[in-house]
């Protein structure tokens, strides 16, 4: 009996999962094909309420990560007696954020939780944020496929984003700059819309007598005393601001930047930059902005029109893949199966260390990292890819609580000919289970030379190839232009 050949998606369907989700794995595509096809499993990821998650991605959002449901203040604790420092929850963060994406069903949803942490950036290590880290992570999984306006007002005045920015140092007299400032210029309607340094000011009075009980007991709360009142005005804003109790004028506040023009074009442009390219047309910006506006800031909306966009459609490859879009990328397409973490040494735990980039979420610059390809694209991010590439392949490390595919998934000893398989079908065979697509002639040449074995070689489960040596052919197609581009 001949060895059946492996199923690959079109290439349309191939593109919705690298670009929608984390890239291609045999599990998203047989979820794809039971949806329907490519469109159809688009409309369920815009619905991530209706796709029951595997055990091991709910595992991985709770039991394997029990710390990060500590309280602040109980964190705070820990780090002082030193059973558990602050970096080892951002650590903890790292490694549940990567595996959400490796596991989860809704990948659509992990995709816009990782573009709002990029666009709305607070660093997993911030000196005192990282107390309020993993609550911030759950807020922004809650309004990921939401309304802008509700999820701005919400992450603006979460306790991790006043601390991030110092507005909890604000006072009356001396209302501090820094987050009033990043609202306007990174989070809304940016440099070019034309905001002035008294306007800076005004932003932050308007921020102002949002606190924090810090260095004692952690407790985020609101000080009339701190509020610095009188008159704001803010490109088109205008408010007498004159009660002690400014949170109305906070929410006022944000609500009109989260629906300035300024503020669709800023968003419009990312999401295009995201899923699209580097380099995104003025005229799919546009649409996406107005669609923006005219839907009351939904993003749902809005990327229902980017997905249907021509643009979209023509674009696969060409985005480079991001450290770790490449971690996730690689796990997914080898099949590597976490167990539940026993030690710091298991896979789970070791993720974050995996990846040739920093830590997930520890950007230093509150920017939230690039997401262009010449960011990516140095001989030492490439190298470190690589290294990667052929760890895991290898199943060298991580080794603990993890198992990786037995020989026979990827050469099953009863299905193939008693003189194996030649060469070019067993890469082709690889390259179908490990990108979803037919080897390439490029590939098949490269196999050849990267493993010193002739076209004419005939594979059995005994060979070199088929066992140790596996990781060379492996290395060359996860290494290849195909793997590290989406």
């Not at 205008?238 to 004028?249: E, I, W, Y």
């Not at 609500?255 to 300024?262: F, K, V």
């Not at 609580?401 to 065979?429: E, N, S």
Request: glycine share 6%; aromatic share 10%; with cysteine.
């Amino acid at each position: 009996m001949p060895l059946p050949v492996v199923p690959v998606p079109s290439a349309y369907e191939r593109h919705l999962m690298n670009r929608v989700g984390w890239g291609w794995s045999r599990a998203t595509y047989a979820d794809l094909r039971r949806a329907g096809g490519g469109k159809a499993w688009l409309a369920r990821q815009l619905r991530p309420g209706t796709l029951k998650e595997p055990a091991r991605a709910r595992a991985v959002a709770g039991p394997w990560f029990p710390d990060l449901a500590d309280s602040p203040q109980r964190r705070w604790q820990r780090h002082q007696d030193g059973s558990k420092d602050g970096w080892r929850y951002a650590v903890d963060l790292a490694n549940q954020s990567l595996m959400r994406r490796m596991y989860s069903r809704r990948q659509l949803l992990e995709t816009m939780v990782d573009f709002w942490s990029d666009h709305l950036h607070v660093p997993g290590g911030h000196d005192s944020a990282w107390l309020f880290r993993s609550q911030y992570d759950d807020l922004l999984r809650r309004h990921a496929l939401g309304r802008f306006d509700t999820l701005l007002a919400a992450a603006t005045l979460h306790p991790a984003m006043v601390l991030h920015l110092d507005t909890w140092t604000s006072t009356r007299q001396r209302p501090n700059e820094n987050h009033g400032r990043e609202l306007l210029e990174l989070h809304t309607v940016g440099r070019s819309a034309g905001y002035t340094e008294e306007m800076v000011v005004d932003s932050a009075r308007i921020l102002s007598g949002y606190t924090m009980d810090a260095w004692w007991t952690w407790t985020p709360r609101y000080d009339p005393e701190r509020h610095a009142t009188g008159p704001v005005q803010v490109l088109g804003f205008r408010h007498d601001n004159a009660a002690a109790d400014g949170q109305a004028v906070a929410a006022a506040y944000l609500r009109y930047l989260a629906h300035h023009p300024a503020t669709a074009r800023t968003i419009a442009r990312k999401l295009a930059l995201r899923f699209v390219s580097d380099n995104p047309s003025a005229a799919l910006v546009d649409r996406l902005a107005k669609t923006f506006r005219a839907s009351g800031t939904d993003m749902t909306a809005t990327l229902k029109v980017l997905f249907a966009s021509r643009e979209f459609r023509r674009a696969a490859g060409r985005k480079v893949r991001t450290p770790d879009q490449d971690l996730v990328a690689t796990v997914r397409a080898l099949d590597v199966r976490a167990r539940a973490p026993r030690s710091r040494e298991s896979f789970a735990n070791c993720l974050t260390w995996v990846q040739p980039g920093m830590r997930l979420f520890d950007w230093p610059r509150p920017d939230g990292p690039p997401q262009t390809a010449q960011a990516w694209s140095s001989v030492t991010r490439v190298m470190g890819s690589y290294r990667m590439h052929w760890n895991l392949a290898g199943g060298w490390y991580p080794r603990a609580d993890v198992q990786h595919r037995p020989q026979r998934y990827w050469l099953p000893a009863r299905r193939i000919p008693r003189r194996g398989l030649p060469l070019p079908a067993y890469v082709d065979r690889l390259a179908r289970l490990t990108l979803g697509r037919p080897a390439t002639a490029l590939e098949r040449r490269a196999v050849v030379q990267a493993t010193g074995f002739p076209a004419t070689t005939r594979v059995t489960p005994d060979h070199a190839l088929a066992r140790w040596d596996r990781v060379r052919v492996l290395g060359v197609l996860l290494d290849s232009p195909t793997h590290m581009t989406r």
